[in-house]
Structures are given as structure tokens and as C-alpha cells.
């Protein structure tokens, strides 16, 4: 079978290696790759800027596959399902796995970022890992680790109907938190600094407010909400100077969420961040629960799962042709499909 590993950053190579035994250890299934969703990590990853990283890997972690074999007391799944995958995992059940925060753990594991991912085409996964549903494409099913993320962060935020979110980043995952918080009730604007990729927040979304961070944003936001201020700020940035900007932007009582992540310190005025009593809050992963509810709002027509996928690129492609991916300038999702 094909594997496609980064030795290092720009560098690619293709392997090729046994396919693994259907002869399977307890708890575990035999999967094979069918879709493969390119995330913000990997191409962070090909240019050597991820953090908690380290090559060679194989990248791939949002993934739609197919059960090919199971072990006899794999009871979730059975062969011939179509599955999302939930690729985070803890080896070791420390402080916050027992407390419910499996996605936090001391000792978490990603797959395509600590350990190797879904750019092969067959691989051995715990089943319980595994979110099967054949009402689903496959595309969907790439698209719902992603839209996981966005969840997460609204169940943090603690969204309310009267609230006023504002997301910052209108890539992959704000759009998806964009669309969470708008099943919550709440009136929600978007925040870019490019006004193409609010264009196309609009038509994603139909969220009806949008504003570019390069103009004067407590000026513009006082005029849309007649002298009020965001309650609920999310950022998907992961830009530094957007982020601290956070705490000049929200509602005294507010409350930020943080989605994206920068290697560096978070600075802010102290007396103004008391003053306000705002609540900081880091959003990770997400939860396996997570994605069952995401699998349903799916199958129910609530949450969109593909409308933002605009470029794809087959699985043989992708050494001569990812790298093509950072000059697409309306590039918002990438899908690797593997024959």
C-alpha cells in the first residue's frame, strides 16, 4: 500500500509498505483512507511553522473511511461502515481525561501531528474512535472533524440566545463555529481582514454582519450595535495582534474564547480586563460526543458540511501539487481523495 510521509518540512516522499494484517488485537479496526480533509496544521506542518510538532510524519487527521475488518469484540462498527474519525486519544488516563476533558489531556495524542495519520491507505485505529454513519458522503464525513472544532469552542463560549458573538477568522473552522453559534440563537458577526473571504462568509453562512478587521472595528462595531460591544468573542485567527485586540472589543461581562493558537505570550491591560470582568477561556480539539451530535445536525440539514470544500486534489497529487495549495487565494478546504 501508499504512504505519503513529510520527512521534513517541503519534503515529501511516497512509500510503499505491507498492508497491515486483518488479524486485528483487541478493540482495534482495519480502515481504509477514502477522503482526506487538508487542515490548517498541515500546511502549517509543510512549512515547518506547527507547534508540538516533530517529522518525520504522516499528516491526516480530518478523514473519511471504510471499515475493512474488526476485532472480535469490536461491537460500534462493523465492516463495510462508513466512518468519521475522532483522532485524538490518551494512552494515559491523566487528571483531565478523569474529569471528563479527554480532549486536553496531559498525555494527548493527534493523529497526523504526534502520531502518524490518514495520508496511507489503509490503517489499524481503535474502534472506539470510530463515529459510523451510511447516510453520509464521504465528504461529509472528512468535514466533520473540522466543524468539531467550531462546536467545541461555542460549547465553551456558553452561548445565549440574547448574547452577541462576534468570530474572528473566517477560514474552515470559523465558519463552522459561525454556523454553531447561529443554531444557538444569538446574533452573530463575522470578522476577516479580507473582504472576499467575508463575500464568501455570507453566502456559507448567511450570517448578515460582517466587518474587516484593517478598518476602525470599535468604531464600526459601536455603529452596528448602537453603542454596544460583542458578549461572546471567538477568534480562529491565530494571529497574535488579532487575538490581544480581543479585549478592547468585548462587553464588560464578556467572554473570549480563544481557537486558534501562536507560539508566544498573550498580553493585555490588566486593570481594563478586571475592570470589564471578562472571562479568557482556550478552546481545544473537541470532544468524542462531539461528533455524533455533529453527525446528526448533518443528517438533519441544520449544519452545512460541505459548501466550504473548493479544492480537490487526488492522493497521488499530493507531493507535486500541495505546496500549490498557499497561492490559491480562494482556498478554503482541500480534499485528497484516495481511489
Not at 468524542?288 to 480537490?312: C, N, P, V, Y
Request: proline share 4%; charged share 25%.
Amino acid at each position: 500500500m501508499k504512504v505519503i510521509r513529510l520527512n521534513e518540512p517541503g519534503n515529501w516522499e511516497e512509500l510503499n509498505i505491507n498492508k497491515p494484517s486483518e488479524v486485528l488485537s483487541s478493540g482495534n479496526a482495519l480502515l481504509k483512507v477514502k477522503k482526506i480533509g487538508v487542515c490548517g496544521t498541515d500546511l502549517h506542518a509543510f512549512k515547518g511553522q506547527q507547534p508540538f510538532f516533530n517529522y518525520p510524519r504522516v499528516l491526516g487527521h480530518e478523514l473519511a473511511v471504510e471499515v475493512v475488518a474488526v476485532a472480535d469484540d469490536v461491537i460500534n462498527v462493523s465492516i463495510g461502515d462508513k466512518c468519521s474519525v475522532e483522532p485524538y486519544y490518551n494512552d494515559i488516563i491523566g487528571q483531565a481525561v478523569k474529569r471528563g476533558k479527554t480532549n486536553c489531556g496531559e498525555h494527548l495524542q493527534v493523529l497526523g501531528v504526534h502520531v502518524d495519520g490518514g495520508m496511507q491507505e489503509y490503517f489499524v485505529y481503535p474502534a472506539k474512535f470510530l463515529h459510523a454513519t451510511n447516510s453520509l458522503s464521504d465528504d461529509q464525513l472528512a468535514m466533520i472533524e473540522p466543524l468539531a472544532i467550531g462546536c467545541h469552542a461555542v460549547d465553551r463560549a456558553d452561548i445565549k440566545e440574547d448574547d452577541i458573538v462576534l468570530v474572528i477568522g473566517v477560514g474552515p473552522i470559523g465558519l463552522g463555529t459561525i454556523q454553531f453559534a447561529k443554531l444557538k440563537g444569538a446574533r452573530v458577526i463575522a470578522m476577516d481582514i479580507d473582504d472576499s473571504k467575508l463575500e464568501q462568509c455570507k453566502e456559507i453562512t448567511k450570517v448578515e454582519d460582517t466587518i474587516n478587521a484593517l478598518g476602525n472595528v470599535e468604531e464600526e462595531l459601536a455603529t452596528l450595535l448602537n453603542g454596544d460591544l460583542p458578549t461572546v468573542i471567538l477568534d480562529a485567527t491565530g494571529n497574535p495582534t488579532s487575538m490581544m485586540n480581543t479585549f478592547k472589543y468585548a462587553a464588560a461581562g464578556g467572554t473570549i474564547v480563544f481557537i486558534g493558537l501562536f507560539m508566544g505570550d498573550v498580553v493585555f491591560h490588566d486593570p481594563s480586563f478586571h475592570k470589564k470582568e471578562l472571562t479568557l477561556k482556550a478552546s481545544r480539539a473537541a470532544l468524542g460526543t462531539d461528533f455524533g451530535r455533529i453527525i446528526k445536525l448533518i443528517e438533519e440539514g441544520k449544519i452545512d458540511a460541505t459548501s466550504f470544500i473548493t479544492h480537490r486534489m487526488c492522493f497521488d497529487e499530493v507531493p507535486t501539487e500541495f505546496e500549490k495549495l498557499y497561492k490559491q487565494k480562494d482556498l478554503i478546504k482541500a480534499i485528497i481523495e484516495i481511489n
